[in-house]
T-cell receptor, first 114, second 113 residues
Framework: DQQVKQNSPSLSVQEGRISILNCDYT??????FLWYKKYPAEGPTFLIS?????DKNEDGRFTVFLNKSAKHLSLHIVPSQPGDSAVYFC?????????????FGSGTQLTVLP | GAGVSQTPSNKVTEKGKYVELRCDPI?????LYWYRQSLGQGPEFLIY????????DSGLPNDRFFAVRPEGSVSTLKIQRTERGDSAVYLC???FGLGQTQYFGPGTRLLVL
């Protein structure tokens, strides 16, 4: 029973265009969401996060949108660059949880074509 | 500054053997997490330390898995009687405190033959 789902295993985008990566969750107790980027043979690298009290957070080319009623979040990258090609993981946690462990989706492989 | 480091980077062992995986967190980070990532999946939580004690080990799959953090810094994940299904990338993460952003190491790729 996956609590965090990334239904698109892969996405290809032309350089300079917008990349939109989607994530859905089922656990209504999740109130903190993160995106990580992962290159081959490396660990996940933190990208951007959002608390459930917000519906948008922006950091440079990266913006995360949260729709709590739909239990959906998305990561927008604009403009996309070839160096953005990586696997992107959506993750979620509960502030009431003792460990604050992250629950991850299965990832989306983004390929930005030059 | 140094990030999270993990050793070894790769480990090949035979079924039934014992392995130890080491994690050195970012200096000053009190929280340390272990995750396991199987092929095509996202990382899955195993265990969490706040200081020296295992605050939550609910993600450990069975009693063959054990982890320690005796001095509140370096942690070792121990797997007894390894099975082929234990083959995965074992990731360690640390954070400054509870609820803070987790920073991951490069992982240890374990292959059980």
């Amino acid at each position: 029973d996956q609590q965090v789902k990334q239904n698109s295993p892969s996405l290809s985008v032309q350089e300079g265009r917008i990349s939109i990566l989607n994530c859905d969750y089922t656990n209504s107790m999740f109130d903190y969401f993160l995106w990580y980027k992962k290159y081959p043979a490396e660990g996940p690298t933190f990208l951007i996060s959002i608390s459930s009290i917000k519906d948008k957070n922006e950091d440079g080319r990266f913006t995360v949108f949260l729709n709590k009623s739909a239990k959906h979040l998305s990561l927008h990258i604009v403009p996309s660059q070839p160096g953005d090609s990586a696997v992107y993981f959506c993750a979620a946690s509960e502030s009431s949880g003792s460990a604050r462990q992250l629950t991850f989706g299965s990832g989306t492989q983004l390929t930005v074509l030059p | 500054g140094a990030g999270v480091s993990q050793t070894p980077s790769n480990k090949v062992t035979e079924k039934g053997k014992y392995v130890e995986l080491r994690c050195d967190p970012i200096s000053g980070h009190t929280a340390l997490y272990w995750y396991r990532q199987s092929l095509g999946q996202g990382p899955e939580f195993l265990i969490y330390f706040q200081g020296t004690g295992a605050a939550d080990d609910s993600g450990l799959p069975n009693d063959r898995f054990f982890a320690v953090r005796p001095e509140g810094s370096v942690s070792t994940l121990k797997i007894q009687r390894t099975e082929r299904g234990d083959s995965a990338v074992y990731l360690c993460a640390s954070s400054f405190g509870l609820g803070q952003t987790q920073y991951f190491g490069p992982g240890t790729r374990l292959l059980v033959l």
